[in-house]
Antibody
Framework: QVRLQESGPGRVKPSETLSLTCTVS??????????WTWVRQSPGKGLEWIGY???????TYKSALKSRVTISVDTSKNQISLRLRSVTAADAGLYFC???????????????WGQGTTVTVSS | DIVLTQTPLSSPVTLGQPASISCRSS???????????LSWIQQRPGQPPRLLIY???NRFSGVPDRFSGSGAGTDFTLKISRVEAEDVGVYYC?????????FGGGTKLEIK
């Protein structure tokens, strides 16, 4: 069974960097055709796609966040990481790690979700 | 970015009765590969989202057959043939045809 578990500090200070980790079990992060996605949820903005990293290790980001975000993979630990720089109150919310798949014949959309981790931005 | 507009915002339904949610896209969701990447997601209270439908009408593994998806181009519908108590929650449509992936604003399903 595939499981995704997010972890990271629950609180980040304004202007600092948010760092989250997603530990994947039950499947290798290098398995095709998967891509490992970060989605956040806030009362004001609903569900928001942040970006993903493909099984090949290629990241794609939402343009509006591109200057501040980095998604990376550690294949030795089977983990995905999210770094979001210069956070503001608008970055607070529930952050989900999600398995998606690249478009094509064997596409199954966002089929596995982590439980999510809450991030508060406060000094 | 593609904007997905869901209606209604809220849907009070009697147990055992059908429910329908609409999702309208600001652009066609037909991809260059001729597939349409529109999914439906359910979020029960206090739970993470869960995939129901992918590529317009494909039910994901384990999803009851009372859930069905339809539509084409810019207009899509999620139907529940007979609402059960466990169906309470918020339903989102999501498009993966074009970056960035985007979600609808959500429709809250509640029991009358």
């Amino acid at each position: 069974q595939v499981r995704l578990q997010e972890s990271g500090p629950g609180r980040v200070k304004p202007s600092e960097t948010l760092s989250l980790t997603c530990t994947v079990s039950g499947v290798s992060v290098s398995s095709r055709p998967f891509c490992w996605t970060w989605v956040r949820q806030s009362p004001g903005k609903g569900l928001e796609w942040i970006g993903y990293i493909s099984y090949r290790g290629n990241p794609t980001y939402k343009s509006a966040l591109k200057s501040r975000v980095t998604i990376s993979v550690d294949t030795s630990k089977n983990q995905i990481s999210l770094r979001l720089r210069s956070v503001t109150a608008a970055d607070a919310g529930l952050y989900f790690c999600v398995r998606d798949s690249l478009l094509g014949f064997d596409y199954y959309s966002v089929d596995v979700w982590g439980q999510g981790t809450t991030v508060t931005v406060s000094s | 970015d593609i904007v997905l507009t869901q209606t209604p915002l809220s849907s009070p339904v009697t147990l055992g009765q059908p429910a329908s949610i609409s999702c309208r896209s600001s652009q066609s969701l037909v991809h260059n590969d001729e597939s349409t990447y529109l999914s439906w997601i359910q979020q029960r209270p206090g739970q993470p989202p869960r995939l129901l439908i992918y590529k317009v009408s494909n039910r994901f593994s384990g999803v009851p057959d009372r859930f069905s998806g339809s539509g084409a181009g810019t207009d899509f519908t999620l139907k529940i043939s007979r609402v059960e108590a466990e169906d309470v929650g918020v339903y989102y449509c999501m498009q993966s045809t074009q970056f960035p992936l985007t979600f609808g604003g959500g429709t809250k399903l509640e029991i009358k």
